[in-house]
């Protein structure tokens, strides 16, 4: 037991922690009208998030043990990339040696789903990303789920 003050963190709270230890990531963020299961449910479905995310056609699990998931990705131009790390309603944090993709959801006080973004190109070799349209191609994951959400 301690004295030291504590806190509880959101997911979103928590995903801008994770992403500001990580150089070129740019964390987007927008507040959507839609229940936060909604979002969760739609983002763990893995079609859903292929559809979303830039540049993907395609992302299916090869291995899964508990939040922990093996998911080999599939690019429009061909690219395969194994991507390793935690997949969960409501949070995501996929790595690769050329890719990291990451998104975080949670409640947002006064109604709606705050919902945060990043990823991009990997710096070889460093948990870093190459910080050229990070923000553009997180802009237009965000619309791409706007514009699913209002289906």
């Given at each position: 037991?301690?004295d030291w003050?504590?806190?509880?963190?959101?997911?979103?709270?928590?995903?801008?922690?994770?992403?500001a230890?990580?150089?070129?990531?740019?964390?987007?963020?927008?507040?959507l009208?839609?229940?936060p299961?909604?979002?969760k449910?739609?983002?763990?479905?893995?079609d859903?998030?292929?559809?979303?995310?830039?540049d993907?056609?395609?992302?299916?699990?090869?291995?899964?043990d508990?939040d922990?998931?093996?998911?080999?990705?599939?690019?429009?131009r061909?690219?395969r990339?194994r991507?390793?790390g935690?997949?969960r309603?409501?949070?995501?944090?996929?790595?690769?040696?050329?890719?990291?993709?990451?998104?975080?959801?949670?409640?947002?006080?006064?109604?709606g789903?705050?919902?945060?973004?990043?990823?991009?190109i990997?710096?070889?070799?460093?948990?870093?990303?190459?910080?050229?349209?990070v923000?553009q191609e997180s802009?237009?994951?965000?619309e791409?789920?706007?514009?699913l959400?209002?289906?």
């Open positions: 037991m301690t003050p504590t806190t509880e963190l959101t997911d979103v709270e928590r995903f801008r922690a994770l992403a230890g990580v150089p070129g990531a740019a964390v987007t963020e927008r507040v009208p839609a229940e299961d909604r979002v449910t739609m983002l763990a479905d893995l859903v998030f292929a559809e979303i995310q830039a993907l056609v395609s992302a299916v699990v090869l291995e899964r508990g922990r998931v093996v998911v080999l990705a599939k690019g429009r061909g690219q990339a991507l390793t935690q997949f309603p409501g949070w995501c944090w996929l790595q690769s040696r050329f890719l990291i993709i990451g998104m975080a959801v949670a409640a947002e006080p006064g109604g789903t705050r919902v945060a973004l990043t990823g991009g990997r710096v070889p070799g460093r948990a870093a990303i190459v910080p050229v349209r923000r802009g237009k994951t965000m791409r789920l706007e514009r959400l209002r289906d």
